[in-house]
């Protein structure tokens, strides 16, 4: 389908989506975000929901895989489907697992990027940690690894206390004095302040739910709050 959204995600600042599973918030969501991620693997039939998306605001596409903690089953229908999506003129960005890219699982997701890349859509590659937060030189080395791979290396990690922050702060930082675009946040209640911090350190990406009852990760604001609260600090720095 053809759709006239008068923006692109190049990441070349930060860039705050509206995160969830119902392209119906769109309006709702126009007013503080920059763009929606779609959360394929939470969503019923999300092909055709982007079939029949209309809004204003530019796509990315998640189908993350369960292994990775999604929904959606390790077998190349998923593949498949972010494939189908980047076609969209709607979409894009799409977000493809460093982990899948480098082996993990039983289908080449590196397709996915090169089909993105040939339809002008970015890549985000992506790591998780749902117990901990490695030291920084680990941040670091999972970072680069990612933006081998795609445009943005984005890692989320879970906090147990602010020296977590700390250590994700500073590798965002130094990546980002580098030249790499990377975008980074700490899940968990002891992160959630880095959703709202981590931009000032370069952090490309932020990701917030319409309504905080459709939270896609441990410790999101909603996409107001996030929004309000990045603004403040940006204008303060």
């Not at 999604?70 to 494939?83: F, N, S, T, V, W």
């Not at 604001?221 to 603004?231: I, K, N, P, W």
């Amino acid at each position: 389908m053809t759709h006239d959204c008068s923006q692109h995600m190049d990441f070349d600042s930060f860039t705050l989506l509206a995160a969830g599973a119902d392209l119906t918030d769109e309006q709702a969501a126009r007013e503080d975000a920059d763009g929606m991620e779609l959360r394929m693997d939470f969503a019923d039939e999300p092909l055709s929901m982007l079939e029949a998306y209309d809004g204003d605001l530019p796509l990315l596409v998640t189908n993350r895989v369960a292994w990775e903690g999604g929904e959606a089953a390790d077998d190349a229908a998923r593949l498949d489907a972010l494939e189908t999506a980047v076609e969209d003129d709607a979409v894009t960005a799409v977000d493809v697992e460093l982990a899948a890219l480098e082996g993990e699982g039983d289908h080449d997701a590196a397709r996915v990027v090169e089909h993105a890349h040939d339809h002008g859509a970015s890549v985000v590659v992506s790591t998780h940690d749902f117990e901990a937060t490695p030291d920084e030189d680990a941040i670091v080395d999972r970072l680069e690894r990612a933006c081998e791979h795609g445009d943005v290396g984005k890692i989320a990690t879970t906090a147990q206390d602010r020296g977590d922050v700390l250590a994700l702060l500073s590798a965002t930082h130094r990546l980002t004095e580098a030249g790499a675009a990377v975008a980074t946040m700490a899940m968990g209640e002891a992160g959630r302040h880095s959703r709202a911090v981590a931009p000032l350190y370069g952090s490309r990406i932020g990701y917030a739910p319409v309504d905080p009852a459709d939270a896609t990760a441990p410790g999101q604001y909603d996409l107001a709050t996030l929004r309000e609260l990045v603004g403040s600090l940006e204008s303060d720095a």
